[in-house]
Nanobody
Framework: VQLQASGGGLVQPGGSLRLSCAAS????????MGWFRQALGQEREFVAA????????IYANSVKRRFAISRDNAKSTVSLQMNSLNPEDTAVYYC?????????????????WGQGTLVTVSS
């Protein structure tokens, strides 16, 4: 499965941004999807994940009630709507695919990764 993330950019604090990730080369609906982020000099961390059918979502505490993950299996895409952004959200954001929902908060259980898209929150 090939993943292509897009939608990053520069946004002011308090603003919103929507990331998208397009999948190809596999059966998208077989995979649970996640978003991770990596700030400069830090470890890559879990942001959000959604089950293969889209019925269940989970979030990191730091983004809960601000971010929303969704997917469209007909279009083989997963999105991350980010609201109320703050400078601490600045990072490269990665989408990833896993067939292991139980451990979907942990990057080691993801089999496929996109190339990342940079989000910068700054005034």
């Amino acid at each position: 499965v090939q993943l292509q993330a897009s939608g990053g950019g520069l946004v002011q604090p308090g603003g919103s941004l929507r990331l998208s990730c397009a999948a190809s080369g596999g059966t998208f609906s077989d995979f649970n999807m996640g978003w991770f982020r990596q700030a400069l000099g830090q470890e890559r961390e879990f942001v959000a994940a959604i089950t293969d059918g889209g019925g269940t979502t989970i979030y990191a505490n730091s983004v809960k009630r601000r971010f929303a993950i969704s997917r469209d299996n007909a279009k083989s895409t997963v999105s991350l709507q980010m609201n109320s952004l703050n400078p601490e959200d600045t990072a490269v954001y990665y989408c990833a695919a896993t067939q292991n929902w139980r451990f979907s908060r942990y990057r080691k259980y993801y089999d496929f990764w996109g190339q990342g898209t940079l989000v910068t929150v700054s005034s």
